[in-house]
């Protein structure tokens, strides 16, 4: 078999903690790379969950601050409980 190289650019502070998870695990970041590189082919994907994290619009970022001064007492909190129906619904919303 005859053997690729690969490169590419990744934060210092990353790399070496990287090095030490190896070393940690008994193995160097070339097994450790070959390992994931292997899984990902074996499997045609990536061998863990991506996601994109929501961006927070103007109006998501204004609920939580008020939401935040609620919790802190700085406003008063008028909400009313949701039922057990209401909070499944929503939740559906968001998985």
Known sequence: MTTGTINFKID?????????????LG?????????????AVD????PFDV????KLNAVYRQLIAEENAKILG????????????????????YQ
């Open 12 to 24: 210092n502070e990353l790399k070496e903690r990287f090095q030490q998870l190896a070393k940690d």
């Open 27 to 39: 193995a160097n970041t070339t097994t450790l790379l070959t390992m994931f590189v292997k899984r």
């Open 43 to 46: 499997d045609q994907a990536i």
């Open 51 to 54: 996601k994109v994290k929501p």
């Open 74 to 93: 700085l406003i008063p909190d008028d909400a009313t409980e949701l039922t057990q129906k209401e909070m499944e619904e929503y939740r559906s919303l």
